[in-house]
């Protein structure tokens, strides 16, 4: 069973930083893409940064230079660096990653989300 797990969220002041975590287990044989996604209240999910399994990042025009991705590829594990945040930036943070792992017979290669964190900016 494959899961992952964000922590790292809470309340910060304009302007603070958070780090948010995302860890994950189970019997994994690698991990290509991961990313980070964010859904603010009566908004759609957006995606706002991006990782490849060689270190390549993207990011969303929004969050650029403000917030860096970056992963740990041995202890399977994803971090979101967020510095000068914004009360635009308040929303439930996603992480998702594109997993391989046994399968039944064969490897299988799955898309997978975390249940998310809570980040709220707010004075």
């Keep these: 069973q494959v899961q992952l ?3 790292g969220g809470g309340l910060v002041q ?3 930083s958070l780090r948010l975590s ?3 287990s189970g019997n994994i044989l690698s991990i290509n893409r991961m990313a980070w ?3 603010a209240p009566g908004k759609e999910r957006e995606w706002i940064a991006d990782i490849t399994s060689g270190y390549r990042t993207n990011y969303a ?3 650029k230079g403000r917030f860096t991705i970056s992963r740990d590829n041995p202890n399977n594990a994803g971090y979101l660096q967020m510095n000068s945040l914004k009360p635009e930036d308040t929303a439930v943070y996603y992480c998702n990653a594109e997993i391989i792992h ?3 017979t064969t490897v299988t290669t799955g898309n997978y989300w975390g249940q998310g964190t809570q980040v709220t900016v707010s004075s």
């Design 61 to 63: 025009d929004s969050v």
């Design 22 to 24: 995302c860890a994950a």
């Design 14 to 16: 304009p302007g603070g």
């Design 37 to 39: 996604y964010r859904q």
């Design 102 to 104: 046994p399968g039944h």
């Design 5 to 7: 797990v964000e922590s």
